[in-house]
């Protein structure tokens, strides 16, 4: 049986973590609510409430993050 969890590098765990805690936070726009990106104060609301404080290029793969999955989300909110 393959393990279909994901794997996460221990490098990238705490990007990950703090990625996840901001899953309710996404602003949204328009009448169909389109995903239009995290806003930097509820990142740092994130860190402080989950502990975690992101180094600069912590910071920046969350933002990488968050242009990867931009496009899926929306994608899968017009496949509604």
């Known amino acids: 049986e393959q393990d279909e969890r994901l794997k ?3 490098c990238n765990w ?3 973590r703090v990625f996840l ?4 936070d996404w602003k949204r ?3 169909v609510g389109v995903f ?3 806003p930097t104060p509820a990142i740092e609301s ?3 409430l989950t502990g975690i404080t992101l180094t600069p290029e912590e910071f ?3 933002r990488l993050m968050e ?3 931009k496009p899926l989300l929306n994608d899968a909110l017009r496949a509604k």
């Open 8 to 10: 996460v590098l221990a």
């Open 14 to 16: 705490n990007t990950v």
């Open 21 to 24: 805690a901001l899953r309710s």
């Open 29 to 31: 726009i328009g009448m």
């Open 36 to 38: 239009d990106g995290i």
């Open 46 to 48: 994130a860190q402080r």
């Open 60 to 62: 920046e793969d969350l």
């Open 67 to 69: 242009a990867v999955a």
